[in-house]
């Protein structure tokens, strides 16, 4: 997400929300409408939107649409229908996403028009620093300042202080199963703007437009939806985090973390419960509560386990028994096998046979970026020997694409495939355009946290 330096009156006005739910946690926003359809917090909506990208909706306009109608064209008329009140919500287009894993199983993906997700992301502007004052510490899904390494490194600290017994709990669904009565309840909780509830209320209930197997359209959704929000929706997470942050309070509101002496870690609808000796009880604890708020826990993979005896995942790493150079045992991490058959799988399509039509700078272009992406989120925890094992596989592979390009085809049968000169000369280059794996620079975040650990 983009900075607000450019648009400093949002920068303030978000700061100053933050500062009054801080210092008033009962105090409830009345008048709140009037600033989102500001040209500032438009024009800053838009951005963080065209920022992140994103494919069409229903109505198939895209960003280069818009550029080309006159992007302060398209704002201007956007914010009249939001001040005279004519701006309805358009349907949304549904996408199925395969689950890594899981043959036969999608994810439901949710994308909204364009000029809703501007609308979204302006109200996002306006409610984010409100309920970020009342958000606990144990939640680091979707929040400035924190990421998914926050919480890795939340887990790994819990769990060498004494909290071995681990519930790796799973929502069956979670976006799709939020009820809506009780979600707007928790935001009209602080916010009093009919018009912003409107709004909220409204994005809930729109009609979502997927495909069968005969490619019709096939309409769901609608005014009668009493549950789910869109996962891809701009606003989406943020009612996420608003609903859970019910399960985190009334969790240390009951006392279960003194009673089953334990701590939570939870990112979006990913989260762990650690206890010292208490699994059991506080399984059961959190398995009522979650039924209580009307959402349902995944219980073929929710599982008690004991760290350091039963590896676990979250957030895409494993958390293990290792061993030193020296033989000593400990608790660690390193990325999950799924993480690991994943970048295997895009290199591999990357340089497949399909891509000898391409240069080698590009072909290498896309798998650096690969590369990069991967070690930047893996690079905490313990993963030398796997960097050397990804990086040789790469660099196979890339030589697997050169033979492919440039060996000359068999002229008659019976015939040799010849290989013309200079072959493993260009295996070379091509290989020499490669970001070497071992070399990528951590993360920031990640430099930042061991340094924290090892204090």
Not at 277 to 286: I, M, P
Not at 306 to 334: C, H, I, M, V, W
Not at 388 to 395: G, I, T
Request: include cysteine; hydrophobic fraction near 40%; proline fraction near 4%.
């Amino acid at each position: 997400m983009i900075g607000l330096q450019r648009w400093p009156k949002v920068k303030q006005l978000r700061e100053k929300l933050n500062g009054k739910a801080k210092a008033e946690p009962g105090f409830r926003f009345y008048v709140l409408y009037d600033k989102m359809y500001r040209k500032d917090f438009l024009e800053a909506a838009y951005a963080q939107c065209r920022s992140n990208g994103g494919a069409p909706g229903v109505d198939g306009q895209d960003f280069a649409d818009i550029e080309a109608y006159g992007r302060e064209r398209f704002l201007t008329e956007l914010a009249d229908e939001l001040k005279e009140l004519r701006y309805e919500p358009g349907p949304v287009r549904r996408v199925l996403i395969p689950k890594e894993g899981q043959p036969g199983k999608f994810r439901p993906l949710g994308i909204p028009n364009i000029r809703d997700r501007v609308v979204q992301q302006a109200v996002k502007l306006l409610l984010e620093p409100i309920f970020e004052a009342d958000f606990t510490a144990e939640a680091y899904g979707y929040r400035a300042g924190k990421s998914a390494h926050d919480a890795v490194l939340d887990v790994t600290a819990s769990v060498r202080a004494g909290f071995t017994e681990v519930v790796d709990a799973d929502l069956s669904k979670y976006f799709d199963t939020i009820p809506h009565d009780q979600l707007m309840r928790s935001v009209e909780r602080r916010i009093a703007d009919r018009k912003v509830l409107w709004l909220i209320r409204h994005w809930l209930k729109v009609p979502v437009h997927g495909r069968n197997e005969q490619g019709r359209v096939v309409v769901s959704g609608g005014q009668k939806t009493k549950a789910g929000t869109p996962q891809g929706g701009v606003i989406s997470p943020l009612l996420a985090n608003i609903y859970f942050r019910r399960f985190l309070v009334a969790w240390r509101q009951y006392g279960w973390h003194e009673k089953f002496r334990s701590r939570i870690v939870n990112y979006a609808d990913d989260f762990v419960i650690l206890s010292r000796g208490c699994g059991r009880q506080a399984l059961d604890a959190a398995r009522r509560l979650i039924q209580a708020l009307g959402l349902t826990l995944n219980e073929e993979k929710t599982r008690l386990c004991k760290a350091g005896q039963d590896p676990f995942n979250f957030l895409g790493y494993t958390f293990e028994r290792l061993y030193s150079f020296g033989g000593r045992p400990y608790l660690g991490t390193r990325p999950a096998d799924k993480s690991v058959k994943k970048f295997r799988e895009t290199v591999r399509e990357l340089t497949a046979s399909d891509q000898v039509s391409k240069e080698a700078g590009t072909v290498a272009a896309a798998v650096n970026a690969v590369i990069r992406g991967y070690w930047n989120y893996y690079s905490w925890g313990t993963s030398s020997s796997l960097r050397w094992q990804l990086n040789q596989y790469v660099r196979e592979r890339m030589k697997i694409w050169v033979l492919r390009k440039h060996t000359k085809p068999r002229k008659r049968k019976g015939m040799r495939r010849s290989r013309g000169k200079g072959l493993w000369a260009k295996v070379r280059a091509a290989e020499a355009l490669l970001l070497d794996a071992l070399k990528v620079p951590r993360h920031p975040a990640v430099r930042r946290n061991a340094a924290c650990l090892a204090q």
